[in-house]
């Protein structure tokens, strides 16, 4: 059974790059038929789509985060990364990871069906 | 970027009852294929989301027949045709057609 658990410090400080790894178990992180990807949810509020990466190195982002995000993997280590930079309070929220998987049909549609637990991220001094 | 919005923002519900929930797009979610990429995920209360209907129409793996999706292009409707109390949590529905993928804003579903 495939699982992902994000790992990460819980606080950060403003300014500095918040950075947190999806560790993959019970399936294979370099298969074509999954992306890999980091949605976030600020406490009470909904959830926001951050960007995803495939096993190949491409990757998208969502462009309200401008420069400051990078999505990163290690096949090797069956891991994916988040790097936000310069970040502010606003990026307090809780991170979740999740597998983007791929049915066969359509053409390019994905659906996310397993997420991880959800790490908590605070930015403050 | 596609917006989408959900009504209503908070259901309550008598177990047993129906419920119903409203997703609208900003743009078309009608692919060339012939598919509305639009789903729908449940977040039960202090849980990740769980992917519910995709493709606007079909439950996913283990997901109850008591859920169902439909609807096309710019308006989708998730009905659950009897209230569980396991059912409690928050329903978004997700564009996965165009990034960004956006979110809606959610509906909280509780029993009164």
């Known amino acids: 059974q495939v699982q992902l658990q994000e790992s990460g410090p819980g606080l950060v400080k403003p300014s500095q790059t918040l950075s947190l790894t999806c560790t993959v178990s019970?399936?294979?992180?370099?298969?074509?038929?999954?992306?890999w990807s980091w949605i976030r949810q600020p406490a009470g509020k909904a959830l926001e789509w951050i960007g995803r990466?495939?096993?190949?190195?491409?990757?998208n982002y969502n462009p309200s985060l401008g420069r400051r995000v990078s999505i990163s993997v290690d096949t090797s280590k069956s891991q994916f990364s988040l790097n936000l930079s310069s970040v502010t309070a606003a990026d307090t929220a809780v991170y979740y990871c999740?597998?983007?998987?791929?049915?066969?049909?359509?053409?390019?549609?994905?659906?996310?069906?397993?997420w991880g637990k959800g790490t908590t991220v605070t930015v403050s001094s | 970027d596609i917006v989408m919005t959900q009504s209503p923002v908070s259901l309550p519900v008598t177990p047993g009852e129906p419920a119903s929930i409203s997703c609208r797009s900003s743009q078309s979610l009608l692919h060339g294929d012939g598919y509305n990429f639009l789903d729908w995920y449940l977040q039960k209360p202090g849980q990740s989301p769980q992917l519910l209907i995709y493709?606007?129409?079909n439950r996913a793996s283990g997901v109850p027949d008591r859920f169902n999706g439909s609807g096309s292009g710019t308006d989708f409707t998730l009905k659950i045709s009897r209230v569980e109390p396991e059912d409690v949590g928050v329903y978004y529905c997700?564009?996965?057609?165009?990034?960004?993928?956006?979110f809606g804003p959610g509906t909280k579903v509780e029993i009164k």
């Open positions: 997700m564009q996965p057609l165009q990034t960004p993928f956006t």
């Open positions: 019970g399936d294979s992180i370099s298969s074509g038929s999954y992306y």
């Open positions: 493709l606007g129409s």
């Open positions: 990466i495939y096993a190949s190195g491409s990757s």
């Open positions: 999740a597998r983007g998987r791929f049915p066969g049909v359509p053409r390019y549609y994905y659906y996310m069906d397993v």
